[in-house]
């Protein structure tokens, strides 16, 4: 579960942000989260929902943007879309290498962070 580990470093860069800004209170927290990152957003709610009690950042909605993974032929140069759990997706669709280098897919970090 390193949904745990991440959630605590969320909730320390919050927090330190909100002290920072001498912010009551957390009103929202803007994540982006490539989905190569095999995050559980559900569970990640509910971690950063318990551990965030009796802080300023207890009420804070989280929103999550979730970043396609996208890959680049190293044949051809096309970019395009890539699931990993859909073997068609693999090879380039303009040359059909699978020699591919990724783009983007594995972000994991605060956007920005509301704060009151």
């Given at each position: 579960?390193?949904?745990?580990?991440l959630?605590?470093?969320?909730?320390?860069?919050?927090?330190?942000?909100?002290?920072?800004?001498?912010?009551?209170?957390?009103?929202?927290?803007?994540?982006r989260?490539?989905?190569?990152?095999?995050?559980?957003?559900?569970?990640?709610?509910?971690?950063?929902?318990?551990?965030?009690?009796?802080?300023?950042?207890?009420?804070?909605?989280?929103?999550?943007?979730?970043?396609?993974?996208?890959?680049?032929?190293?044949?051809?140069?096309?970019?395009?879309?890539?699931?990993?759990?859909?073997?068609?997706?693999?090879?380039?669709?303009?040359?059909?290498?699978?020699?591919?280098?990724?783009?983007?897919?594995m972000?994991?970090?605060?956007?920005?962070?509301?704060?009151?």
């Amino acid at each position: 579960m390193h949904e745990m580990a991440l959630v605590r470093n969320v909730i320390g860069t919050v927090l330190e942000e909100a002290e920072k800004q001498n912010a009551s209170e957390v009103k929202t927290v803007y994540l982006r989260i490539g989905k190569g990152r095999d995050i559980v957003i559900d569970l990640f709610s509910g971690l950063f929902e318990h551990l965030a009690r009796g802080t300023s950042a207890e009420k804070a909605e989280l929103v999550f943007e979730r970043v396609p993974m996208i890959t680049e032929c190293n044949a051809c140069g096309t970019p395009y879309f890539l699931n990993v759990h859909d073997e068609s997706t693999w090879p380039c669709p303009k040359c059909a290498s699978r020699d591919y280098h990724l783009v983007s897919g594995m972000e994991f970090s605060i956007d920005r962070i509301e704060l009151a």
